[in-house]
């Protein structure tokens, strides 16, 4: 069976700085996997070079087996197949919630105006944010913006779900509700790569979890042997700074 | 029309924003600032009207009687330079635009065409705009091109619109430049083209980071269209030189003057108004 999304050999880096490689990383259809790892291991990196937003330097991604960082692919065409939501910054501040929602519907995949905004009502009925829709971005709280870039995402009905930190930039007490929304996504069989801080979360979520270390891969695996028995020393390292951290 | 009308702007025009520091400083602040105006003013007003010169300044470029000569002709020509401002205003926008929107693209595919909008704005930047307005204004209808327009006036409304674009695109650029990254790349996550998430997410953003500037614009081509009396186009300017050569007397220039200022002040009132607005809302909104 070919992963949904899958990584080879992938290498990156900014001017000479190497920043991710040796890249074996496959997503299989409906699966979780979580990345996890300090500050400045190449998290973000990752995810931007699979949504094509930063070009990568060695190897190759594939999406449904084919090839997407090759000459030939469309980066519009593979962007409208994933959606990724950063952590800060995401919803555009000049639009209404329901304008940002129905953007990529309309202006990308060619939905009228009507059949684009009931479309968002559906989604924002369902993530408890109707009240919201004519507002501007500006006016929610951090934890409703980033619901609503999650739905934006999802108003392209897209096959794979990016997410980067979605809730580092969040207050504490509005990480849940936020996380909460991943969690129903998994149930609904939505395939997800997913970077995060949040190891409970991890844990609790992930089919596979990948501990990320200066641009490589270390090591990788369920969830339950990742956080209880880490075979690297500096996996082990990891978890015990956040666990003294009171993270996990 | 004499002396006392002309100072009386000077404190409007030349101290930025006196509302903001009245309201500021408070009550006692307005009082002092009323107070030191009125004894400004007396002082200006009492070492022009004394002065030995001033009959003969008088005579020369406040006459009463020469104000009212000119005026009909002077406001006929004005008329035509409100009228080319609007036109090509309107035009330099556009066209500003859409030189930084092909300089904001990004990749390989797009390098001819960021060159040019480069070059483009190196050289008529690096023109005075005077010498564009000969240029084009006396030379281009020299050629007799069939097809093409031998209008003076076309082509200084040209000159000047070319000129103004090169200016205004690096004013848009500043603009596009201080949309942040992540607005780019959300956009371009969607799957929208560059020049979609360009249309649709940063240039909407851009343009409101850069009003102030644009209305700054605004206040300088506003005096700049007067630039086209070089080729003989009877406007505002050109009319009140007409009248000098005629009388030998220069009130017609302050007719001018008077007329350009009409516009000017208020608008560059209104760009003071809108920037101090601006800024304390987006104080308002980080805090
Ligand atoms: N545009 C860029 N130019 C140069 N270096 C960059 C750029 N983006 C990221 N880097 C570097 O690449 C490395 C990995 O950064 P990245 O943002 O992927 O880390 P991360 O794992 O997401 O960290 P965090 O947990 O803090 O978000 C860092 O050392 C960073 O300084
Ligand atoms: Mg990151």
């Given amino acids: 069976m070919t992963a949904k999304l899958e990584l080879r050999d992938v290498g990156k880096a900014f001017d000479r700085k190497v920043v991710l490689q040796n890249i074996d990383l496959g997503v299989g259809e409906h699966e979780v996997v979580c990345l996890i790892g300090s500050s400045g291991s190449g998290k973000s990196t990752l995810l931007k070079c699979v949504n094509l937003l930063i070009p990568i330097e060695e190897g190759a991604i594939f999406l449904d087996g084919a ?63 109707v009240d919201k829709v004519d507002d501007y971005p500006d006016r929610l709280s951090g934890g409703q913006q980033q619901r609503v870039a999650v739905i934006r995402a999802l108003a392209s009905e897209p096959e794979l779900m990016l997410f980067d930190e979605i809730t580092s930039a969040l207050d504490p007490e509005l990480v849940a509700e936020v996380l909460n929304v991943i969690r129903g996504l998994k149930n609904e069989g939505m395939t997800m790569l997913i970077a995060t801080h949040e190891m409970g979360f991890a844990r609790d979520v992930a089919d596979r979890v990948c501990f990320l270390d200066d641009g490589l891969i270390l090591e990788h695996g369920p969830p339950k042997e990742i956080f209880t028995n880490p075979q690297q020393p500096r996996t082990r390292e990891f978890l015990q700074r956040i666990v003294e951290a009171g993270r996990l | ?104 693209l990004r990749g390989p595919a797009f390098f001819p065409l960021r060159v040019l909008a480069v070059i483009y704005i190196d050289i008529v930047r690096g023109v005075p705009t005077i010498l564009l307005i000969l240029l084009l204004g006396f030379g281009i209808p020299s050629l007799q091109l069939s097809g093409v327009p031998t209008s003076e006036l076309f082509w200084g409304i040209a000159a000047l619109v070319i000129s103004y674009s090169a200016y205004t695109a690096e004013v848009y650029r500043a603009g596009i430049e201080s949309v942040h990254e992540s607005q780019r790349m959300s956009a371009r996550s969607l799957g929208l083209t560059q020049v979609k998430a360009l249309r649709y997410v940063i240039v909407p953003q851009a343009i409101r980071n850069v009003i102030p500037a644009l209305l700054n614009g605004f206040v300088s081509l506003q005096k700049d269209v007067a630039l086209v009396f070089v080729l003989g186009i009877r406007e505002g300017v050109r009319e009140a030189e007409i009248y000098t050569a005629r009388t030998f007397n220069f009130t017609s220039y302050v007719v001018a003057a008077v007329l350009f200022l009409l516009v000017s002040v208020p608008l560059a009132r209104f760009t003071d108004w809108y920037t101090d607005r601006d800024r304390r809302r987006k104080q ?4």
């Avoid at chain 1, 202006?107 to 684009?116: N, P, Q, R, T, W």
């Avoid at chain 2, 930025?16 to 200006?44: K, Q, Y």
């Avoid at chain 2, 470029?61 to 080319?84: E, I, K, N, T, Y």
């Fill in chain 2, 284 to 287: 308002a909104m980080s805090a």
């Fill in chain 2, 1 to 104: 029309m004499t002396a006392p009308a002309n100072t009386g702007r000077g404190p409007g025009l030349f101290s930025p924003g006196p509302r903001t520091r009245i309201r500021e400083e408070g009550a006692r602040g307005a009082l002092i600032a009323f107070v030191s105006t009125l004894i400004f003013l007396a002082l200006a007003l009492w070492l022009i009207l004394t002065a030995e010169a001033w009959p003969d300044v008088q005579r020369q470029f406040f006459s009463g009687s020469h104000f009212r000569a000119a005026w009909p002709d002077v406001v006929g020509g004005f008329w035509l330079d409100v009228r080319m401002f609007i036109v090509a205003e309107v035009l330099i926008l556009i066209i500003a635009l859409a030189v930084a929107m092909v300089r904001a």
């Fill in chain 1, 67 to 129: 090839e997407i960082t090759g000459f030939r692919a469309n980066p519009n065409q593979v962007r409208q197949r994933m959606g990724i939501v950063f952590q800060a910054f995401n919803l555009f501040p000049h639009m209404k919630v329901l304008d940002n929602i129905t953007l990529g519907p309309r202006k990308v995949h060619g939905l009228s105006k009507e059949e684009a905004e009931e479309r968002a009502m559906v989604l924002l009925d369902r993530f408890g944010l």
